[in-house]
């Protein structure tokens, strides 16, 4: 499964479980910190992003179905969030001509551009 760089960077900045989880064996970083930014646009595969892993005291607050009870695969993490959510994000590529009829289709139905 692959997710834009803008839905993982909403899911990772606004919409993480907490303080006492901590991502553990991922390619891709999404802090950015051990290499170059998530680019909004692009799309990733979510199995880069390793596992959402429990550090707190006792036992998480639920249960997670892989790799024992203390950790989850961040893309399984991920789509349980996103399946939440009611509103889409779209990154898409227009003509330059175009700019102009898409602000307007946006406005007409007050889609928030960003």
Partial sequence: ??????????????HW????????????????????????GERYDLQDFGFIC??????PPMKAPVRGSDSIEFEKWFMFWKKKQTTMSFAITI????????????????WKVS
């Fill in 17 to 40: 479980p907490g303080d006492d989880w901590y991502i553990d064996d991922y390619a891709i970083d999404p802090a950015g910190e051990e290499g170059k930014p998530l680019n909004s």
């Fill in 54 to 59: 429990w550090q707190g005291k006792g036992d």
């Fill in 1 to 14: 499964m692959k997710a834009t760089g803008a839905e993982i960077l909403d899911f990772y900045t606004n």
């Fill in 95 to 110: 003509p330059n001509e175009d700019e102009a009829t898409l602000k307007a289709v946006c406005k007409e139905h007050k």
